[in-house]
T-cell receptor
């Protein structure tokens, strides 16, 4: 049973560029959430996708956008990159109809460095 | 808005010492509570979770946590730590509704000296 996978593992970009990160949820899961984890901090919620729509959004600017595909995989897009966007980007999947609440399973993350 | 605080930024213990990491949250409704661990170079892994029922929950690797509703706390404990417990520990809370996002605490770094 494959867990949550993310690609790429590492990415280096320059200020002003755009980046796309990808996530495949755990088998059987239908909901994908994205988090940003800056160095030395806890993950911060960016947004969540369910049924190909953004269902919730954290306190992140519109430069951060996403998409969910019919196979439940997801992309995170960041435009006009800033130095402060350097972080570990985590994808988490869950099953919205799970009986036992909303446990989320996390992927290994994509390390984004903006120069 | 929900928030989570963790009492200690960095804890240093010797092997076999007992561990307690504090976690407090602010949210007025029913919550689900989690402790995640992040070992160096690895991804977040679930240690334990509380949804309902017995407020004392047991997780993997000998960890346990107690939910005290009146104190809005969910402290993590282990009676005897090992060097391999060296990691970053995150407390997280989410409203007890399906599909809700997590709010994480800032994390506590645990260093266990051999």
């Amino acid at each position: 049973d494959a867990g949550v996978t993310q690609s790429p593992t590492h990415l280096i970009k320059t200020r002003g560029q755009q980046v796309t990160l990808r996530c495949s949820p755990k088998s059987g899961h239908d909901t994908v959430s994205w988090y940003q984890q800056a160095l030395g901090q806890g993950p911060q919620f960016i947004f969540q996708y369910y049924e190909e729509e953004e269902r919730q959004r954290g306190n992140f600017p519109d430069r951060f956008s996403g998409h969910q595909f019919p196979n439940y995989s997801s992309e995170l897009n960041v435009n006009a990159l800033l130095l402060g966007d350097s972080a570990l980007y985590l994808c988490a999947s869950s099953l919205v109809s799970a009986r036992q609440g909303n446990e989320q399973f996390f992927g290994p993350g994509t390390r984004l460095t903006v120069l | 808005a929900q928030s989570v605080s963790q009492h200690n930024h960095h804890v240093i213990l010797s092997e076999a010492a007992s561990l307690e990491l504090g976690c407090n949250y602010s949210y007025g409704g029913t919550v689900n509570l989690f402790w995640y661990v992040q070992y160096p170079g690895q991804h977040l892994q679930l240690l334990l979770k509380y949804f309902s029922g017995d407020p004392l929950v047991k997780g993997i690797k000998g960890f346990e946590a107690e939910f005290i509703k009146s104190k809005f706390s969910f402290n993590l404990r282990k009676p005897s730590v090992q060097w391999s417990d060296t990691a970053e520990y995150f407390c997280a809370v989410t409203p007890a509704h399906y599909g809700q996002n997590f709010v994480f605490g800032p994390g506590t770094r645990l260093s266990v000296l051999p």
